[in-house]
């Protein structure tokens, strides 16, 4: 079991910059971040292995970067240039085995309550 806590969340101007942290009770060998806009369905947003590798969705590469503390079990999303159609609400996710597509939502099985982002023009 792990369990997921999101921090960071909150309301800024376009062009503007967010950190996003998720604390975990324990290591995982997979960590994401997701996000859902209303009445759209959840996507997956940026990922890191155990290993350090990391993918990012094409519409946020270049103005987000995932890290995590293995140490500390802390998983960060920081965002910048922020535009509005980032507004959603932002998950974290984790799971104990390998993800071979780091970005599917099913194969994470443990996830955070959320933290709302919203981004005014």
């Known amino acids: 079991q792990v369990q997921l806590v999101e921090s960071g969340g909150g309301s800024v101007q376009a062009g503007g910059s967010l950190r996003l942290s998720c604390a975990a009770s324990r290591y995982a060998y997979a960590m994401a971040w997701f996000r859902q806009a209303p009445g759209k369905e959840r996507e997956g947003v940026a990922a890191?292995?155990?290993?350090?590798?990391?993918t990012y969705t094409d519409s946020v590469k270049g103005r987000f970067t995932i890290s995590s503390d293995n140490a500390k079990n802390t998983l960060d999303l920081q965002m910048n240039s922020l535009k509005p159609e980032d507004t959603a609400m932002y998950y974290c996710?984790?799971?104990?085995?390998?993800?071979?597509?780091?970005?599917?939502?099913?194969?994470?099985?443990?996830w955070g309550q959320g933290t709302q982002v919203t981004v005014s023009s």
């Open positions: 890191i292995m155990l290993d350090g590798r990391t």
């Open positions: 996710a984790a799971d104990l085995s390998l993800v071979r597509f780091p970005l599917i939502r099913s194969l994470y099985h443990y």
